[in-house]
């Protein structure tokens, strides 16, 4: 029912408007009915479907990516809404109002958005201060990303990511998630080893509570370089890698080709970027250690999209363009046809994570 009022009514009327204004006026709408979420129950569980990501358990393997929640307010929604963690962010060291709107389009045609929103956040000082406030038990990782402040350009890359790792290492999160792959800013994706091998050789030396960390990496990143970022990842321990972030690219799609150039620069996500990021998760995972995990995110839209990235390697997924199209049952509905396919093939989530590198294609899998 709720699916039908939102595909028939709400979203028409939601994709009549601006969808940075949209995504701002849902989600404080939803916050007037937090006395309610615990009746609402959007969720969908089964034990088939735990799974252990960091060593924690999760209820589900279907988390919300970065980018949704960047100021950490609306983990009460999020867990509402049936997801099982949330990354919060990107953060930077300090606040940022991002590029200048409009930076956020609809690509209808193909289930797709264009953003450049440019790590627009309130700054790691108050989120962390918020977080550290909050009594919600709900699961969180925290992205962090270079300060993207286009009046006073950072200098030292290191010293500001390592300045967020700072505020957040003595929190209980899951995570810690390094965006090396944002296409929105100025510096934009991190194209270079040593500048990572620095980095993390001095983010391990800070983390004096092991927290996980994991690298986001790009689409776009050459195969040469992301067996240098799994190198660098194997080096300095880390946790895993998420794969990935949007892609500059814009082949294949429907969309008019004078409407793309009306949108202009930014990141590309949702169903035209499902192929290449499930590529990079089954190119990361030939390359990472066997304990070493991977978060697949990309044009995740329904339970078999999720199957197909954890039979070829991924731990556990995020959406969010898939949300925005979905609506709110998406999860709940992903969750579920998730069920019917580990059920048919006699498996669960965790003996399914990169069963397709045993000799296996897509195809065996229909
Ligand atoms: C509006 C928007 C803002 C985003 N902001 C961030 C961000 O701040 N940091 C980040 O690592 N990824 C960000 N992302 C990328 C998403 O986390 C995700 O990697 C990407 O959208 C692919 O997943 P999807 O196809 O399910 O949307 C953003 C994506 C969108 C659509």
Redesign the pocket.
Known sequence: MLDLVYQKILKPIFFCFDPEFIHDFTMSSFLYLKPIYPLINLGFSHPDLQVKLAGKSLTSPIGL???FD?NALYLDSIKALGFAFEEI??VTRYPSIGNPKPR?FRLIEDEG?I?R?G?NNLGIESISQRLLMSKHNFPYGI?I?KTNNLAQPIDNEIEDILASFNYVKDLQCLYIAI?LS?PNTKSGIIQEGKLINDLLKEIQQANSNNLPIFL?LSPDTSPDLVETFVDLGIRYNVQGYIC???SVSRINLKTNSSLLTRYGNG?L??KP?KQANLNLVRSVYKLKLADQEIIG????FTGSDVFQYLIAGANVVQ????LIYQGPMFTQKANHKLLKLLNKYDLTVEKSIGILHDGFSFSDFP
């Open positions: 990516a970065s980018g960047k962010g990107s956020l958005l953003n929103m790590l992205n990303a965006n944002c986001k990935g972030n949007t990141g996500s949702g970027i995110c990309g044009g995740i959406a969010y363009t898939g």
